[in-house]
């Protein structure tokens, strides 16, 4: 349950959104598809991603969720890097992409099949890992990883594998550090609350603010097992300031 109490007015909206977020999602993912032949992959990037910027519109219009981003400055304008991300709800999956373009998230396999947005989302080259086999998954993320980062493509990871709830932060996967550390990129630490305003499994959109924060680059000079370090307590201790509820 989330903490927040949900009013009839927050219903409707979620609802409103709910409707309008899967009616334009079926539409552009289908046109997507079509259209796909004829561009480039950056360009597909930016074509598939306007429905991303459609449903944070949305967001802002119909459920009064505003959203702040400090650290921009952070992100490396000239070469592609690991993004290592706290997870909540299905938001950051989105809005990263607005972020940190061109880019490539590793993903659970599954995803691709759901009707329509899976096919769209598959566009997009995902590194598509099945979780029930974590050698293979580790062997996958490494090769096909180091392969986008070696085209420019940065690399969107999610360390605790599930979504958490707001003020929560999961056990952290070290392959996103062995990635960077294999492919000779750094990590970029982001940290958000995103689950206070879209929570996880849930229809509602709570109104508010989301707050993310993209920390500085962090290198891989120390080895795998710092960088993970590093930027476990980077995130967990960003995380903590924001506000959860």
Known sequence: MHPREATLGIWLR???FFVLYNLFGILHSLISLVLAPLMGFERRHWFVNLWTRLSMWLLRRLNGIEIH???????????????????????ETFYLQLLVSPQSTVLKRELLWVPFF?????????????RRKPINA??????????????GISVVIFPEGTRQPPGEIGKFNAGGAKLACHAGRPVLPVAHNAGRCWPARSMLRFPGRISLVIGRPISCDAGPDALMRDAEHWIRDTASTLPAA
């Not at 981003?69 to 592609?80: A, F």
């Not at 580790?138 to 085209?151: P, S, T, Y």
């Open 118 to 130: 899976g096919w769209a989302l598959a566009l997009l080259k995902p590194i598509a890992i099945d």
């Open 69 to 91: 981003v400090s650290g921009v400055e952070n992100i490396p304008p000239d070469r592609p890097v690991v993004v290592m991300a706290n997870h909540q709800s299905e938001w």
């Open 14 to 16: 979620s609802l409103a």
């Open 138 to 151: 580790l062997k996958c993320l490494l090769r096909e990883g180091k392969q986008r980062l070696d085209a």
